[in-house]
């Protein structure tokens, strides 16, 4: 991407993201490793809410499902519910945030990533290295790919190795529509 | 009243004999009909084990995907991740050898380390040699010795399937597996219960998404 573009195209996900007030979307989770026949798929539905509520639900092949809330983490495991509080965990406020942002869009943070741009099929792919010593430890690279026409996120994988990453591909995604604060209790 | 003294003669012997040895505790002694057993359930190179994960340790409860694959005639690697996918921790282990890929700060312990090395090398054995054998009516037991510790595989008479493996020392039940198993192949429930710490593991089969 020449420099041109790339302001253009930060311009247009900015603008984007900031109009985001909720989103809801489908979504399918591929977990990729070298040595595995065959990626480990699963399944479910993701709501997002400003400025920071957030739930995985998990649908397929199990019910799990995971509330980032208040500095809290709220998890209901096959009816099994328990609570984490994660506001002095320095590392889960960054992979609290890293996910908002990957969803939302919203991560285009140079004091904290190192970016890069490519246009890619059609598409426009970013690539994020995080400058965090201890979030490095977890992620050594963040990539979202965004669609070419309404600019929000269509895929995010999150890279541990070469041969290991976790690749979210998001689709059905519903943009501003009313989403209740109950929904993120578990 | 002959009759009576020989019962009784008989059941002081089967109680000396059951009191020396608590995990086969009315089961009957037997010549062992064979040398080895093999158990089926990790030993198929072909196959991604897939589980969910349900790990409850002194009232903590951990969850996510445990992944087993055997990499070649001797080792099986093992990925724990979270239900998101970030890996937790990843070995490599055969019954003689025991590699850390890697494995996050948080669970970075020596002693958690060296108590799954022991649960995951009981669990994905796959040959065992036999000293003993037990019999009650429904199950086989084959005793096999590990150092200073036996193992028990309890086997189904009828279907022939691996219904658990106990771990004991001489005296005491140390770690229990059992198994729940449609095709005696495969494992569709994997339950690890410590009885010396509390520690409990249980795996359920992870099936493939139809779309």
């Known amino acids: ?186 | 009243m002959q009759k009576s003294t020989i019962l009784f003669l008989l059941t002081s012997v089967l109680l000396i004999s059951c009191a020396s040895n608590p995990v086969v505790k009315d089961y009957v002694s037997k010549t062992p009909e064979k040398q080895s057993f093999d158990v089926p359930y990790f030993a198929n190179a072909e196959t991604d084990y897939v589980y969910k994960a349900n790990i409850s340790v002194y009232g903590n409860e951990l969850s996510g995907i445990f992944i087993a694959k055997k990499i070649n005639e001797t080792t099986h690697r093992i990925v724990f991740t979270t239900e998101f996918g970030n890996k937790l921790m990843d070995f490599e282990i055969s019954e003689t050898d025991f590699k850390v890929n890697s494995i996050v700060p948080e669970l970075d312990r020596k002693i958690l380390i060296n108590t799954l090395k022991t649960d995951f090398r009981l669990l994905l054995r796959h040959h065992f040699a036999v000293q003993e054998q037990f019999e009650n009516a429904e199950n086989r037991v084959y005793k096999s010795e590990e150092g200073s510790r036996f193992n028990y595989l309890f086997v189904s008479k009828s279907n022939g399937k691996v219904l658990k493996i106990v771990q004991s020392s001489k005296r005491k039940e140390k770690i229990n597996l059992s198994f729940t198993s449609e095709n005696n192949i495969f494992a569709e429930q994997i339950i690890i219960q410590h009885h010396n710490i509390d520690l409990r593991i249980e795996f359920n089969y992870f099936k493939p998404q139809s779309n």
């Not at chain 1, 070469?162 to 209740?180: C, F, G, H, P, Q």
């Open chain 1, 1 to 186: 991407m020449t420099a041109a573009e790339m302001a253009d195209f930060k311009k247009n996900v900015n603008e984007v993201s900031k109009k985001i007030k909720t989103l809801s979307t489908d979504f399918v989770q591929y977990k990729h490793m070298d040595f595995l026949a065959k990626d480990i798929e699963t399944s479910g539905k993701m709501n997002f809410k400003e400025p920071n509520l957030l739930q995985w639900q998990y649908k397929k092949p199990y019910n799990y499902s995971i509330v980032f809330k208040n500095g809290k983490i709220l998890i209901n495991d096959e009816g099994k519910k328990s609570a984490m509080d994660v506001g002095s965990s320095k590392i889960f406020a960054k992979l609290n945030k890293l996910i908002v942002g990957s969803v939302s869009g919203n991560l285009f943070d140079d004091k904290e990533f190192d970016i890069t741009y490519f246009r890619s099929k059609g598409q426009f792919l970013t690539k994020l290295v995080p400058k965090d010593a201890a979030l490095k430890k977890y992620i050594k690279q963040i990539e979202l790919t965004f669609d070419k026409d309404d600019f929000t996120v269509v895929q995010v994988r999150l890279l541990e190795s070469s041969e290991d990453y976790t690749r979210i591909v998001l689709k059905n995604k519903i943009l501003n529509a009313k989403i209740d604060d109950s929904i993120f209790t578990n």
